[in-house]
């Protein structure tokens, strides 16, 4: 079993900029694969970025990208997601998931999700 935790998220204007971060107290993330959802009210949950285990390589959905990244910091046991450029519709609840294996993009393929942050963009 595998406990994720996100910290990070907040209240910030349109335009601004919040690092989540999540980590798993007492065990390292390095074997598996990371990646970040988000849940608006009223919507189904939906994919934001991936890493994979070793960090080469990252996706993301195209309505974040050139404005978030994913990276990761296996020392550390931690994985990150910069978000700037911030907009309205960018607020949700935001959560980190892992999984063995290579990256997906879909939430049912992983194993271990945290309990979640939220992240409101006023405008």
């Known amino acids: 079993q595998v406990q994720l935790v996100e910290s990070g998220g907040g209240l910030v204007q349109a335009g601004g900029s919040l690092r989540l971060s999540c980590g798993a107290p007492?065990?390292?993330?390095?074997?598996?694969?990371m990646g970040w959802f988000r849940q608006a009210p009223g919507d189904e949950r939906e994919f934001v970025a991936v890493?994979?285990?070793?960090?080469?390589?990252?996706d993301y959905t195209d309505s974040v990208k050139g404005r978030f990244a994913i990276s990761r910091d296996n020392d550390r046991k931690t994985v990150y997601l910069n978000m700037n450029s911030l907009k309205p519709e960018d607020t949700a609840v935001y959560y980190c998931a892992a999984r063995w294996g290579s990256i997906r993009t879909r939430g049912a393929d992983y194993d271990y999700w945290g309990q979640g942050t939220q992240v409101t963009v006023s405008s």
């Open positions: 007492g065990r390292t993330l390095s074997n598996y694969a």
């Open positions: 890493i994979t285990m070793g960090g080469g390589t990252t």
